[in-house]
């Protein structure tokens, strides 16, 4: 047996061409009629669909960040803080109280829920005016 007599044992077969005129199917394995089994009308991408709902806002990078701010509660700060400490957005991030979003320190608002008798100072937070005034009438300042 010489190497020009070697034949391989499967043979590649070719792939059927069809739908290009003859007798080599009719359909071409596109299914009977239909958008889909047209030739040369392309459908629509649903992704441009989607784009054509969107309002279209004018102006370059309008978007504004939300400024985030976390509630905590006068029960909250009775139990962490101490007699004459001050309260300010990185102490209680340090406590634990509140959590960075989005890798930065939250604004904080004390709201009024609980009671405190603690002489407490507060900075740099919001306040509401329950809160002012349990604060003033327990000792504490607010900056």
Same mark, same amino acid.
């Given at each position: 047996m010489q190497i020009n007599e070697?034949?391989?044992?499967?043979?590649?077969?070719?792939k059927k061409r069809v739908g290009r005129?003859?007798?080599k199917g009719t359909y071409s394995g596109r299914g009977i009629k239909g958008q889909k089994q047209?030739?040369?009308?392309k459908l629509e991408p649903i992704i441009r669909q989607l784009i054509k709902r969107y309002p @279209? +806002?004018? =102006?370059y990078r309008?978007? $504004?960040l939300k400024d985030y701010i976390t509630p905590v509660n006068l029960e909250v700060l009775e139990k962490t803080c101490a007699d004459g400490e001050i309260i300010s957005p990185k102490n209680l991030l340090k406590k634990?109280?509140?959590? @960075? +979003?989005? =890798?930065?320190?939250?604004? $904080?608002?004390?709201?009024?829920?609980g009671k405190i008798t603690k002489k407490?100072?507060?900075?740099?937070?919001?306040?509401?005016?329950?809160v002012k005034e349990a604060v003033e009438k327990a000792g504490g300042k607010i900056k």
């Open positions: 070697l034949k391989a044992k499967h043979y590649s077969k070719r005129g003859g007798k047209r030739s040369g009308r @279209k +806002i004018r =102006g309008r978007a $504004v634990g109280v509140i959590d @960075k +979003i989005k =890798g930065k320190i939250p604004k $904080v608002k004390i709201l009024g829920k407490i100072i507060i900075e740099n937070c919001r306040v509401s005016k329950a």
